[in-house]
């Protein structure tokens, strides 16, 4: 059973530009969750999606955005890319949400620096 | 408010010998607490998963303990090995709100 994949890997982007990054969950999953992790520091939430629709939101400002679509693949949108962007972005999917007790299970990651 | 705070912030150890790290959390209602491991770079890899009824769940050898009372949780790792050096994160799930708390997590560093 293939994992969760996460494309670009790796991402340079300049200030201002926009980044759309794209993950597909293992088969049959429902949730796919996204979380931004920068050096040092631990996950924090972005959202969580659910059977096409966000359940969840953390506290990030509106230039983060993503979508669920009907095969359970997301895709994360930032807008307006600042520096303090730059960070490994994360995604997770389970069979159920995420705070249920199935398992999650994470991709490798996109990388995204930006300058 | 709902926290999860892990202690200690870091550890190093010698490769064989044994160690224990601890998760305190606020988060209630509780449904469940989980254990990560995560490589650098690396997206982390769940060790556990126990919920309200569990007190002692075993991976190999990883050993989490829950104090539902208490409000504590423990991850013992046994006869440490060099690819045990990790970040190590303690998640709570909140049940009413669907949420995950997630510690700042403990980073293990293994010597030779």
């Known amino acids: 059973k293939a994992g969760v994949t996460q494309t670009p890997r790796y991402l340079i982007k300049t200030r201002g530009q926009q980044v759309t990054l794209s993950c597909s969950p293992i088969?049959?999953?429902?949730?796919v969750s996204w979380y931004q992790q920068t050096p040092g520091q631990g996950l924090q939430f972005l959202f969580e999606?659910?059977?096409?629709?966000?359940?969840n939101k953390g506290n990030f400002p509106g230039r983060f955005s993503g979508r669920q679509f009907s095969n359970s693949r997301s895709e994360m949108n930032v807008s307006t890319l600042e520096l303090g962007d730059s960070a490994l972005y994360l995604c997770a999917s389970s069979l159920l949400r995420e705070s249920g007790t199935d398992t999650q299970y994470f991709g490798p990651g996109t990388r995204l620096t930006v300058l | 408010k709902n926290q999860v705070e892990q202690s200690p912030q870091s550890l190093i150890i010698l490769e064989g010998k044994n160690c224990t790290l601890q998760c305190n959390y606020t988060v209630s209602p509780f449904s469940n607490l989980r254990w990560y491991k995560q490589d650098t770079g690396r997206g982390p890899v769940s060790l556990t998963i126990?919920?309200?009824s569990e007190n002692t769940k075993s991976n190999g050898r990883y050993t989490a303990t829950l104090d539902a009372d208490t409000k504590q949780s423990s991850l013992h790792i046994t006869a440490s090995q060099l690819s045990d050096s990790a970040s190590y994160i303690c998640?709570?799930?909140?049940?009413?709100?669907?949420?995950?708390?997630w510690g700042a997590g403990t980073k293990l560093i293994i010597k030779p």
């Open positions: 126990m919920t309200f």
């Open positions: 999606y659910f059977s096409e629709t966000q359940r």
């Open positions: 088969s049959g999953h429902r949730s």
């Open positions: 998640v709570v799930s909140e049940r009413s709100n669907y949420q995950l708390i």
